[in-house]
């Protein structure tokens, strides 16, 4: 299943990027986070680690590929049989910026997911945390 959601917020693109690129920054947006574990604090492609999530559960990822220029990122994610690709741009919006997640993978992971996703997402193209 493909699904994608859009949210536009009052933060500068460079910022909203910025909360992506750098991954000590995911648990300051991203409420369903609290670490990331990579060899390297920046996205990058072919980086690999651990996003931290709920009850300590670590979901092993892997960037697939990441065009800072652009603001567009990719990476998959597996945990047992649940996985998922992720593809994520920033563009600027009239009053700030806007980001668009589009989530690749099985019905369960992609309908499961959004809700948290969309808070998440909410959060980063807001100004203030």
């Known amino acids: 299943m493909r699904s994608s959601i859009t949210v536009t917020g009052d933060a500068d693109p460079t910022l909203a990027w910025s909360r992506y690129e750098h991954l000590v920054l995911w648990p300051t947006w991203s409420p369903q986070i609290s670490d990331v574990i990579a060899a390297t604090p920046s996205l990058s492609t072919g980086l690999t680690g651990l996003v931290v999530g709920p009850l300590g ?46 989530i690749d993978g099985p019905a369960f992971v992609v309908l499961g997911y959004r809700p948290l996703a969309q808070l998440a997402l909410r959060r980063l193209v807001r100004r203030d945390l």
Do not use: K, N
Request: with cysteine; proline share 7%; hydrophobic share 45%.
């Open 57 to 102: 559960v670590r979901v092993p990822f892997e960037v697939l590929g990441v065009d800072a220029e652009a603001m567009e990122w990719r990476w998959r994610v597996q945990y047992g049989p649940a996985h998922a690709i992720l593809e994520h741009t920033v563009r600027a919006a009239p009053g700030g910026c806007s980001t668009c997640l589009v």
